[in-house]
C-alpha cells in the first residue's frame, strides 16, 4: 500500500490532495464487493434455480420448504423431457435452420461488403442507403405479408420458408465493410499486380486479414438464429418442423405447472449450448454487439 | 475565368474493364438486395395496402375501406389501452435498464477482483433465448413453488399471483425483461466509460474536486451520448419486444400485457384480421422510424459540433 502511494507521489509531485485514511478505504472497497454480489446473485439465481430444478425429483419441486440443492439428484427429468418432446428433432431443425441461416448471412454479407469496399459502382452511395434503410424496417412488422409470400410459394412449414425472409443481411455487412477498409492499400495492390482476381482477392487476400470480423459477425448471426422465434412459431405448424424455441415453449404449455423439473430440463437443451458458445467467445460476441454503439 | 480542359478520351479496354467492375458489384449486392426488396421493402408497402382493406386472409377478394380501418382502430378504446400500455412498458423497462445499467456498470469498472467473470455472467443473460427465458421466468414467478416466493418468503411477504393477476403481470413482463437486457446496456456503458479521457479525471482532481463531484461533472457528461444510444436502442427493441410476452403472458390476463407488437400477431395470426394489422403495423414501423431519424440527427449534430 504504502509503496504505491509513494509511486503515485512520485509520478505526480504537483498533485497536492488529501489522502483517504486506509480504513475507509477499506469500507468502500467491502461495500463495493457486497454489491457486486448482490448483482450477480441477481443475475445468477434463475440460472441456477433452472439448473437446481432440472436435477431434482418432481416429489421435491412440489414440496415446501422449498429446497436450495437437489437431495437426490437425478437425470430423471432430462429424459423425461426428451421423450416428452421430440428434442432430436428440434435439434435437427434447429441445426439445419442455423447452419444455413447463419451461412447464407455470412456469404451474402461478405460479397456486399466486398462490393461496397472496393468495387466501382455508379451511384453506390444510394446503393449504401438502401441497405441503412433496411436497418430501419423491423422484421417483425413484416410478419403478415411475409406469411403471405410464403404461402403463395409453398414454403410453409419447410426449412427454406424458416430460413429465406430472414436472410438478408444489413448489420454484418455493416461490420465487415468497416473491417474491409482498413486493410492496407498495398496489400490489395500487390494482389492486383499477382493478377488475382477478385474473387482471389475477396478469399484468399481480404478474408484471412479481416477474420476476426468475419468471426464475430457470424456468431452474432448464429446466436440470433438460434434464439429466433416470432418468425418460426409462425411459419411451422407440425411438431415435426419446430425449432428448440418453439419446442421448449410448447413443452411448457403441455407440462408447465405440473411438471416444472421436465420443462426446466428443456430449457437447459437449448440454453447450455450457447452459454458454451459463449464462454469460448465471449469477447468476439460482446465486440460485436457493441460495435455500432462506440463508433456511432 | 474557368479554363476548359478537354475530356479524357478513355482507352476503349478501360471502359470495358469498367463495365464489368459494375456487373460485379451488381452481381456481389444483387442477392442481398433482392431478399431485402422482396422481405422488407415489398412488405412494408403492402402493410400500407393491406392497412385499406377488409380481409380474413381467406376470401378471394379483399374489400378496399380507404382510412375506415385507421379510423376504427383509433377510435377504439382497446386500441388506445395498448398504445397505452406499450408506452408503460416502454418508459418502465428503459428506464430501470438505463439506471441499473449505469449503477453496474460504475461498480464493475473498478479494480475489484472476479470484475471480469462478473462482467460475463452479467451479460450472458442477453445471449439467451428470450421464450425460453421467459419458460424458466414462468416458474420462477410459480406463486407457491416458485424462487421468487421463496425469497419474499425471508422478509416475510407473499408473492402476488404475478402471471394470473391483470396488476401484477406487466411488473412482471418488465422484470424479466430488464434482467435479459441489462447485460446489453452494462457492456455499452463500461465501453462509454473508457472512452472518457483520463486527463478530465487528472484536472478535476487538480481542480480539488472530489469522487461525487468528478462523477457529477466528469463521468455523467461523458456518458450522455452513450446514454442516448442506449435509450434509442433499447426503445426500438421495446418495441420489437415479442418472445417474453408471448411465452410469458400471451398478452393477458385480460389484455393487461398487449403491447403494439404483440397486438400487431394477435390480429394476424389469431383472429385473422388483415386490415387491422395492416394498421398496426404501419403506426408501429412510423413511431420507430421518427425515432431512428432523431437518433441519426443526434449523432450528426455531435460528428459536427462535438
Known amino acids: 500500500m504504502a509503496t504505491i502511494n509513494e509511486l503515485e507521489q512520485a509520478i505526480k509531485p504537483v498533485v497536492v490532495r488529501r489522502r483517504h485514511i486506509p480504513l475507509s478505504l477499506l469500507g468502500w472497497r467491502i461495500a463495493g464487493y457486497l454489491t457486486l454480489i448482490v448483482a450477480v446473485l441477481i443475475i445468477g439465481l434463475p440460472v441456477y434455480w433452472t439448473v437446481m430444478a432440472s436435477f431434482k425429483e418432481t416429489r421435491e419441486i412440489y414440496s415446501l420448504p422449498v429446497t436450495w440443492w437437489p437431495a437426490k439428484p437425478t437425470f430423471n427429468n432430462f429424459s423425461a423431457a426428451w421423450e416428452a418432446a421430440p428434442f432430436g428433432r428440434y435439434y435437427l431443425n434447429s441445426f439445419i435452420t442455423t447452419f444455413f441461416g447463419a451461412g447464407i448471412e455470412v456469404i451474402l454479407a461478405l460479397f456486399s461488403a466486398y462490393a461496397l469496399a472496393y468495387l466501382r459502382f455508379p451511384r453506390k452511395d444510394l446503393v449504401f442507403l438502401l441497405l441503412l434503410a433496411a436497418l430501419m424496417v423491423p422484421t417483425e412488422i413484416t410478419i403478415v405479408p411475409n406469411y403471405l409470400t410464403i404461402a403463395r410459394l409453398g414454403w410453409i412449414n419447410t426449412y427454406q420458408g424458416i430460413i429465406i425472409p430472414g436472410a438478408a443481411i444489413a448489420y454484418g455487412t455493416f461490420l465487415l465493410r468497416q473491417a474491409f477498409m482498413a486493410v492496407p492499400h498495398e496489400i490489395l495492390e500487390a494482389a492486383r499486380v499477382d493478377g488475382a482476381g477478385h474473387l482471389r482477392i475477396l478469399f484468399s487476400v481480404v478474408a484471412p486479414i479481416t477474420q476476426p470480423a468475419i468471426v464475430t459477425m457470424a456468431l452474432l448471426s448464429i446466436v440470433s438464429k438460434w434464439n429466433e422465434f416470432l418468425w418460426p412459431l409462425i411459419v411451422t405448424n407440425t411438431t415435426d418442423m419446430r425449432t428448440l424455441p418453439i419446442g421448449v415453449f410448447w413443452l411448457r404449455n403441455s407440462e408447465g405447472l405440473a411438471n416444472w423439473g421436465v420443462v426446466m430440463a428443456g430449457s437447459l437443451f437449448l440454453i447450455v449450448p450457447v452459454l458454451i458458445t459463449f464462454l469460448f467467445a465471449q469477447r468476439a460476441i460482446v465486440e460485436g454487439m457493441t460495435a455500432g454503439a462506440v463508433k456511432g | ?306
Open chain 2, 1 to 306: 475565368m474557368a479554363t476548359y480542359t478537354p475530356r479524357q478520351e478513355r482507352h476503349p479496354n478501360t471502359l470495358r474493364r469498367e463495365h464489368r467492375e459494375w456487373l460485379l458489384f451488381a452481381l456481389f449486392i444483387g442477392p442481398n438486395l433482392f431478399l431485402f426488396a422482396v422481405f422488407t421493402y415489398w412488405p412494408l408497402l403492402y402493410n400500407i395496402y393491406l392497412s385499406m382493406v377488409r380481409w380474413d386472409f381467406l376470401r378471394p377478394t379483399m374489400t378496399f375501406v380507404g382510412l375506415q380501418n385507421y379510423i376504427d382502430a383509433f377510435s377504439d378504446w382497446r386500441f388506445w389501452n395498448i398504445i397505452w400500455q406499450t408506452a408503460t412498458f416502454t418508459i418502465c423497462s428503459v428506464g430501470l435498464t438505463l439506471i441499473l445499467g449505469l449503477l453496474l456498470a460504475l461498480l464493475l469498472n473498478q479494480p475489484l477482483r472476479y470484475r471480469n467473470t462478473a462482467r460475463a455472467i452479467v451479460f450472458s443473460p442477453v445471449v439467451m433465448s428470450g421464450a425460453v427465458v421467459a419458460v424458466v421466468w414462468s416458474y420462477i414467478f410459480d406463486p407457491r413453488y416458485g424462487l421468487i416466493d421463496q425469497l419474499l418468503g425471508f422478509i416475510g411477504l407473499d408473492s402476488p399471483n404475478w402471471l394470473a393477476d391483470p396488476f401484477w403481470a406487466m411488473p412482471a413482463v418488465i422484470i424479466v425483461y430488464v434482467w435479459k437486457n441489462l447485460g446489453y446496456a452494462v457492456v455499452i456503458y463500461l465501453a462509454g466509460l473508457q472512452n472518457i479521457p483520463r486527463e478530465l479525471y487528472d484536472a478535476a482532481r487538480v481542480d480539488g474536486a472530489g469522487a461525487w463531484e468528478r462523477f457529477w461533472n466528469v463521468t455523467l457528461p461523458g456518458l450522455s451520448p452513450v446514454a442516448f444510444f442506449l435509450s434509442v436502442t433499447s426503445v426500438l427493441t421495446c418495441f420489437q419486444a415479442f418472445d417474453i410476452i408471448r411465452v410469458l403472458t400471451n398478452g393477458g390476463p385480460a389484455d393487461a400485457t398487449t403491447t403494439l407488437i404483440f397486438h400487431l400477431y394477435e390480429l394476424g395470426f389469431v383472429s385473422y384480421d388483415a386490415g387491422k394489422a395492416g394498421v398496426v403495423a404501419i403506426v408501429l414501423f412510423l413511431i420507430m422510424l421518427f425515432l431512428t431519424i432523431v437518433q441519426i440527427r443526434y449523432i450528426e449534430r455531435q460528428v459536427t459540433y462535438g
